[in-house]
């Protein structure tokens, strides 16, 4: 039986996708061990949305070379994909024996068995005029408690920073049907919660005729399920109409993670992000209207060329306006390939820290100012792990609106969804 080590980089999609992976070759009968010494095979499932993670990739890949020299190193993903239609003869190193692009992770066991017999290189694919979304799927997750479940793959948007609608493609929507078929059996196997997610979740079903609210009403029927989590949304999906439906599902998660990137007008427009401040603004009251302190959580990209001091402190005061439960803040990545790459005033990498430590101390005052809505309050936990802290074993879970949280209790809370009461504000994990 040949040994293989997984490893994954990147977003929600990527694990998921590694996981589905990891299955298929449990299925074949491969035996799956830690990336560590000692594996016949190593699987990296790379990313390369900032520079940082093309660096991260190439030091995995070479990692696992390292770990066994007479191991085949299989390179799957966006990083490998991206650096294949950038530049054919660069595309990966001596350290790679498998080149897989995004689409073809699905034929991962076949490629294997092909390799072994003849050593010949994986053929690619153009993954830009891919229309046939990827069969991968779980039946069952790491995480019991809760699951991710890949629903669309590609991106039209293009913005002007992105070089992840080079790596992933078009748009491509799962079906319905396959989507409630994992869901349904993910929940048989004790999975309590599922995330949708995708590359561009909010455009799921515009190449199919369908649309997100459908999606999430059906899986809403899914017999034993108790919550649905959405992943990352453009703020376009929220409307009147999307808000009022789902604000009536006893599973939703009041908890919306609504792109922003910038909170000044001028620099979202070279961003090419389709939406200005007000409408924006717009979407999170909608939110609030329809959920009771929902958590709004957003991504800001600091530093973006041309970005101004007045620029900036536009952004950081609509931050403090909107009131975000955490912010993710990046600084900007040149990605070869994209328009941003070759705009005129680039911004410096020291301008690019300093205002980002200003809005990550931001950040930390907007999440500790959401978790103090909840002192005192009632709350429903539905408990992951048990964790030792400070010399004490306690249960560790996350609410509906994901504030991490550790309750006490001597009896076994494993998967189960507990009402509790938050007393202190040591009982916030971060």
Same mark, same amino acid.
């Given at each position: 039986?040949?040994?293989?080590?997984?490893?994954?980089?990147?977003?929600?999609?990527?694990?998921?996708?590694?996981?589905?992976?990891?299955?298929?070759?449990?299925?074949?009968?491969?035996?799956?061990?830690?990336?560590?010494?000692?594996?016949?095979?190593?699987?990296?499932?790379?990313?390369?949305?900032?520079?940082?993670?093309d660096r991260k990739s190439r030091q995995m890949?070479?990692?696992?070379?390292?770990?066994?020299?007479?191991?085949?190193?299989?390179?799957?993903?966006?990083?490998?994909?991206?650096?294949?239609?950038?530049?054919?003869?660069?595309?990966?190193?001596?350290?790679?024996?498998?080149?897989?692009?995004?689409?073809?992770?699905?034929?991962?066991?076949?490629?294997?068995?092909?390799?072994?017999?003849?050593?010949?290189?994986?053929?690619?694919?153009?993954?830009?005029?891919?229309?046939?979304?990827?069969?991968?799927?779980?039946?069952?997750?790491?995480?019991?408690?809760?699951?991710?479940?890949?629903?669309?793959?590609?991106?039209?948007?293009?913005?002007?920073?992105?070089?992840?609608?080079?790596?992933?493609?078009?748009?491509?929507?799962?079906?319905?049907?396959?989507?409630?078929?994992?869901?349904?059996?993910?929940?048989?196997?004790?999975?309590?919660?599922?995330?949708?997610?995708?590359?561009?979740?909010?455009?799921?079903?515009?190449?199919?005729?369908?649309?997100?609210?459908?999606?999430?009403?059906?899986?809403?029927?899914?017999?034993?399920?108790?919550?649905?989590?959405?992943?990352?949304?453009?703020?376009?999906?929220?409307?009147?109409?999307?808000?009022?439906?789902?604000?009536?599902?006893?599973?939703?998660?009041?908890?919306?993670?609504?792109?922003?990137?910038?909170?000044?007008?001028?620099?979202?427009?070279?961003?090419?992000?389709?939406?200005?401040?007000?409408?924006?603004?717009?979407?999170?009251?909608?939110?609030?209207?329809?959920?009771?302190?929902?958590?709004?959580?957003?991504?800001i990209i600091v530093g973006f060329p041309g970005?101004?001091?007045?620029?900036?402190?536009?952004?950081?005061?609509?931050?403090? +306006?909107?009131?975000?439960?955490?912010?993710?803040?990046?600084?900007?990545?040149?990605?070869?390939?994209?328009?941003?790459?070759?705009?005129?005033?680039?911004?410096? +990498?020291?301008?690019?820290?300093?205002?980002?430590?200003?809005?990550?101390?931001?950040?930390?005052?907007?999440?500790?100012?959401?978790?103090?809505?909840?002192?005192?309050?009632?709350?429903?936990?539905?408990?992951?792990?048990?964790?030792?802290?400070?010399?004490?074993?306690?249960?560790?879970?996350?609410?509906?609106?994901?504030?991490?949280?550790?309750?006490?209790?001597?009896?076994?809370?494993?998967?189960?969804?507990?009402?509790?009461?938050?007393?202190?504000?040591?009982?916030?994990?971060?």
């Amino acid at each position: 039986m040949k040994k293989v080590a997984l490893y994954n980089l990147g977003c929600k999609v990527n694990a998921y996708e590694t996981e589905a992976m990891q299955e298929l070759l449990e299925k074949s009968g491969y035996e799956v061990v830690p990336f560590k010494e000692g594996a016949d095979i190593y699987i990296v499932n790379t990313c390369t949305v900032t520079n940082m993670a093309d660096r991260k990739s190439r030091q995995m890949l070479h990692r696992a070379k390292k770990l066994n020299p007479g191991a085949i190193v299989v390179a799957a993903g966006c990083y490998v994909q991206a650096r294949r239609d950038e530049d054919q003869e660069n595309a990966i190193d001596a350290s790679v024996d498998i080149i897989i692009g995004n689409n073809k992770k699905q034929d991962l066991i076949s490629i294997l068995q092909d390799y072994e017999q003849s050593r010949v290189q994986t053929e690619w694919i153009d993954i830009n005029k891919t229309k046939e979304y990827e069969k991968l799927s779980l039946s069952k997750t790491g995480e019991r408690t809760r699951a991710y479940i890949k629903v669309q793959d590609g991106c039209n948007q293009f913005c002007t920073y992105c070089i992840i609608p080079f790596a992933r493609g078009r748009v491509r929507s799962r079906d319905k049907d396959e989507v409630i078929e994992e869901v349904e059996q993910l929940v048989k196997n004790g999975c309590q919660e599922v995330v949708l997610t995708g590359i561009h979740l909010s455009s799921y079903g515009v190449d199919t005729g369908d649309d997100l609210l459908s999606l999430i009403l059906a899986v809403n029927e899914v017999k034993g399920l108790k919550r649905i989590r959405l992943g990352s949304l453009e703020p376009r999906v929220i409307t009147g109409e999307f808000t009022r439906a789902i604000a009536g599902l006893k599973t939703i998660c009041p908890h919306f993670h609504l792109s922003l990137q910038s909170g000044c007008d001028a620099t979202l427009k070279r961003m090419n992000r389709r939406y200005t401040t007000a409408e924006y603004q717009e979407k999170c009251e909608y939110l609030r209207q329809y959920f009771t302190n929902p958590a709004i959580t957003t991504d800001i990209i600091v530093g973006f060329p041309g970005e101004t001091e007045e620029e900036f402190f536009c952004t950081k005061a609509f931050i403090e +306006e909107i009131g975000f439960y955490e912010t993710h803040v990046f600084k900007y990545s040149k990605r070869k390939g994209t328009k941003a790459a070759v705009m005129e005033n680039q911004v410096d +990498e020291a301008v690019k820290t300093v205002r980002s430590s200003i809005l990550l101390e931001l950040g930390r005052a907007g999440q500790a100012a959401f978790e103090g809505l909840y002192l005192g309050e009632k709350v429903e936990i539905l408990i992951e792990e048990q964790v030792e802290k400070g010399g004490e074993r306690l249960w560790i879970g996350h609410t509906k609106e994901y504030v991490k949280v550790a309750v006490q209790s001597e009896e076994s809370l494993e998967n189960k969804l507990i009402n509790t009461v938050i007393e202190n504000r040591s009982q916030f994990i971060h």
